[in-house]
């Protein structure tokens, strides 16, 4: 519901500003700028998404998962829908998400309030172990291990190892 109320308030405010501009500068000369913006925007994400294809299909041939380029195509999709809008407001994002250098300033933009998201998700989480009350670790077992030597593996920048067990399973 609050994505539904920003977007709507998105919207209004772009057309405020767009016939704000219009009234200023004239009828003809705002649709010449909707509809240059909008060339531009098409002309962009052409060129990135050759590119993006491009790299990603690199990527799958060397046996990666390409998630960056994933990433990048989903930037300039949402980028070029944006810019084919009438307004300012939504070209002036949509511009940020085309070009290369704002569109990784956005990724890292979006990863921190991405976790700030999922640690206010974490800290409020039921159960009261900050785990959400999904998993828990058994208390003995031949896997089981004392916290001295958890501490000491995990400095070594080895991978912890473990068994968990799932919410439903009953305890050992």
């Given amino acids: 519901m609050p994505l539904l109320i920003l977007f709507t308030l998105f919207t209004l405010l772009d057309f405020i500003v767009l016939f704000s501009v219009g009234s200023q500068i004239g009828l003809l000369p705002t649709l010449a700028l909707v509809l240059a913006t909008g060339f531009i925007g098409l002309h962009l994400i052409r060129r990135q998404g050759i590119a993006t294809l491009a790299r990603a299909r690199q990527r799958l041939a060397q046996g990666e998962l390409p998630s960056g ?70 208390e003995h077992g031949p896997n089981a291990r004392s916290d001295d030597e958890t501490r000491q593996s995990a400095g070594q920048g080895q991978p912890l190892e473990g068994d968990f067990i799932s919410r439903n399973e009953p305890r050992r």
């Fill in 69 to 138: 380029e994933l990433f990048t195509g989903a930037a300039l999709i949402f980028g070029g829908a944006l810019m084919l809008a009438p307004g300012f407001l939504s070209d002036a994002l949509g511009l940020l998400c085309v070009l290369p250098g704002a569109r990784r300033l956005l990724a890292r933009l979006l990863a921190l309030i991405n976790l700030r998201l999922l640690a206010g998700v974490h800290r409020h989480s039921p159960g009261g172990t900050g785990h959400g009350g999904e998993w828990h670790r058994p």
